[in-house]
């Protein structure tokens, strides 16, 4: 099959500090990863998309500086929001591309920000 | 027009029922399809994926595409009280593409 691990999968966070958000294709070598924020009741929002060893691409109104990718290996992709508010809480929710089947999900980080 | 609709819902049967989720896409280069479910507060899991026109089953799960009048289904038969979830259908523009999802029906299903 094809795994995708996230974690963590929950994080409280103070707000001002930074969080990282880690994707981890377990079988198999994602090339690319996209990165979701899901707010409640609504629908999945790209944010970005990102291939390994390039630079992300990110949406219409997403603030790169402030949602830093890295894609580092076909294995791993991590997102990190810099100077965390709270409007920056939501459910952050990675996908790989690559494997058997398509686009497999990481199982998703909900970041809260007091 | 969106390029990946899907306009009915929210969708309520009973259980033992066989539930019908259309989607529709506009863009005739469209080459794969796929169905996701997805549970409140959870991400989304994919339940099937279709490339060829006509029926692909799997289980309780039947996806039917046809490429001609751009719509593809997903029919869930003997409907669950556990598939009341939301159903995503989507599709990207080439491989390893950003997906374009719709946006989403939600089935709930009466025990």
């Known amino acids: 099959g094809a795994v995708v691990s996230q974690h963590p999968s929950w994080v409280i966070c103070k707000s001002g500090t930074s969080v990282k958000i880690e994707c981890r294709s377990l079988d198999f070598q994602a090339t690319t990863m996209f990165w979701y924020r899901q707010f409640p009741k609504q629908s999945l929002m790209l944010m970005a998309t990102s291939n390994e060893g390039s630079k992300a691409t990110y949406e219409q109104g997403v603030e790169k500086d402030k949602f830093l990718i890295n894609h580092a290996s076909l294995t791993l992709s991590t997102l990190t929001v810099t100077s965390a508010h709270p409007e920056d809480s939501s459910f952050y929710i990675c996908?790989?591309?690559?494997?058997?089947?398509?686009?497999?999900f990481g199982s998703g980080t909900r970041l809260t920000v007091v | 027009q969106k390029e990946v609709e899907q306009n009915s819902g929210p969708l309520s049967v009973p259980e033992g029922a066989i539930a019908s989720l259309n989607c529709t896409y506009s863009?005739?280069?469209?080459?794969?399809f796929f169905w996701y479910r997805q549970y409140s507060g959870k991400s989304p899991e994919l339940i099937m994926f279709i490339y060829s026109n006509g029926d692909k089953e799997d289980g309780r799960f039947t996806a039917q595409l046809n490429k001609a009048s751009q719509y593809v289904s997903l029919l869930i038969r003997d409907s669950q009280p556990s598939d009341s979830a939301t159903y995503l259908c989507a599709s990207p523009k080439g491989t390893n593409s950003k997906l374009t999802f719709g946006k989403g029906i939600t089935l709930s299903v009466r025990p």
């Open positions: 863009d005739r280069g469209s080459q794969s």
């Open positions: 996908s790989a591309a690559g494997g058997n089947y398509g686009y497999t």
